[in-house]
């Protein structure tokens, strides 16, 4: 038993939330003593779940004492003002990516924690997945020498899951450069372990009934001379789960005989309502329990004297001389990283990998691939103030 239990309140009970739920539940770091959310039968299955109050709005879930800390899983657009009011309470953050949609929101939000003397974390996210994390601390060590070029490709069906509007609308945050480019620029920033300085990105929005960006391709370059190639498609054709051994995104095994489901779905049921099934308290199925780690597909590092490459269940280290497959454990839960952050920061007093700064640096990076993509040139980071 920990010595010393955070007490947390949910701020929507979204997808996010039910994701990182079996983690939150499972740990006894944690305890979940309240929830918000407008959705009625969200409300009803908190309760039932958790024996715990849940408020209809964000203000009545503030004004309670017993919440220290709150988990913001409600959408992107809503996560500036939420964040603000929070540290008006004087509660700590933890804030699902992207942090915010414009890099002023973000600074805003880091100034107001500091000013409150609370805690801001971003996440969870593929950069806290631990073959990611034991990656990022080998390159760290100087073993193979500096970090030179990272690969990562990544093919989902991500556009063709049940959405809602401003899902598919650039302008409010919708997309997969604001939603998945979040994680993948998370993963290769924890492994380089350097500022990225420039950005070259072509982005894709292929189908007319889906207007948004559903894929991408960008080169970063980082200060000390990395580079990264970041390849997305979110079309849902190619699969690069068949890469990592059919272990999907959030470690459950994946059929890999299940191919265009969730366009198939798309054409026969109403999106409000495949949205609606999927949704914390529609009685939906459990997913597959983990048989490996969370990942975001293919990554693959060159380092001076060696490679990496992340896999599903550890890490494979290709040395000069030696190639070795480091296993690492599971664990009980997937998500135990943000956990561990989230308690090393407000418990401990250890400074956040993923704090404020972190996210507004990923968002950053995200609105150089919109704006290099629209603009058809190399974007510095230094250029990006605000992305409207
Ligand atoms: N880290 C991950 O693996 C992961 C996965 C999915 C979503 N997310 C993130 O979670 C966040 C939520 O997105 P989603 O797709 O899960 O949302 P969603 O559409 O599944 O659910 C949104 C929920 O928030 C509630 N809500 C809306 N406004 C609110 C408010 N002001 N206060 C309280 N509740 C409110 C809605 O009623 C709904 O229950 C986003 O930031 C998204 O990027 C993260």
């Known amino acids: 038993m920990a010595d010393r239990v955070l007490r947390l309140g949910v701020i929507g009970l979204s997808r996010g939330f039910d994701l990182t739920r079996p983690t939150l539940a499972a740990d006894a770091r944690v305890q979940l003593v309240a929830a918000a959310d407008p959705r009625d039968e969200a409300r009803a299955a908190f309760q039932a779940e958790f024996g715990a109050p849940a408020f209809e709005t964000a203000s009545e879930l503030l004004a309670d004492p017993r919440v220290e800390a709150v988990y913001i899983a409600a959408p992107h657009q809503a996560h500036v003002a939420l964040a603000i009011q929070a540290t008006r309470a004087g509660k700590h953050i933890l804030v699902e990516k992207p942090m915010a949609l414009a890099l002023a929101d973000c600074r805003r939000m880091t100034e107001a924690a500091k000013a409150a003397g609370v805690q801001l974390l971003v996440g969870p996210s593929h950069g806290f997945d631990p073959p990611v994390a034991w990656a990022a601390d080998f390159i760290a060590s100087g073993a193979f020498g500096r970090p030179r070029m990272v690969t990562a490709t990544t093919f989902t069906d991500f556009l063709y899951r049940p959405r809602r509007r401003e899902e598919l ?6 997309g997969v450069v604001f939603s998945q480019a979040a994680h993948q620029v ?33 080169l970063l370059t980082f200060e000390g001379g990395a580079s990264s190639v970041l390849t997305y498609s979110g ?24 191919y265009a489901v969730a366009r198939g779905r798309l054409e026969t049921t109403s999106e409000d309502e495949l949205k609606a099934a999927r949704a914390y308290g529609a009685g939906a199925a459990p997913p597959a329990p983990p048989i490996g780690h969370e990942h975001f597909g293919f990554v693959l590092v060159a380092c001076e004297s060696g490679d990496l490459r992340l896999t599903a269940t550890g890490v494979e280290v290709h040395g000069p001389q030696v190639r070795r497959t480091v296993h690492l454990p599971m664990g009980a839960a997937t998500r135990r990283g943000v956990i561990d952050e989230l308690c090393g920061a407000i418990v401990e007093g250890r400074p956040p990998i993923h704090d404020g700064a972190w996210g507004t640096e990923n968002l950053a990076v995200c609105l150089a691939i919109l704006r290099s993509a629209a603009e058809g040139r190399e974007v510095a980071i230094t250029e990006i103030e605000d992305n409207r």
Not at 169 to 174: E, H, L
């Open 235 to 258: 079309y849902g054709r190619y699969d690069t789960d068949a890469l990592m051994g059919w272990v999907g995104e959030t470690g459950g095994a994946k059929d890999p005989e299940a």
């Open 186 to 218: 998370d993963v290769v920033r924890r492994l380089v372990g350097s500022p990225v300085r420039s950005v070259r990105a072509v982005t894709g929005a292929w189908d007319p009934s889906r207007p948004t960006e559903g894929a991408y391709q960008a």
């Open 169 to 174: 609308d650039t302008a409010q945050g919708g």
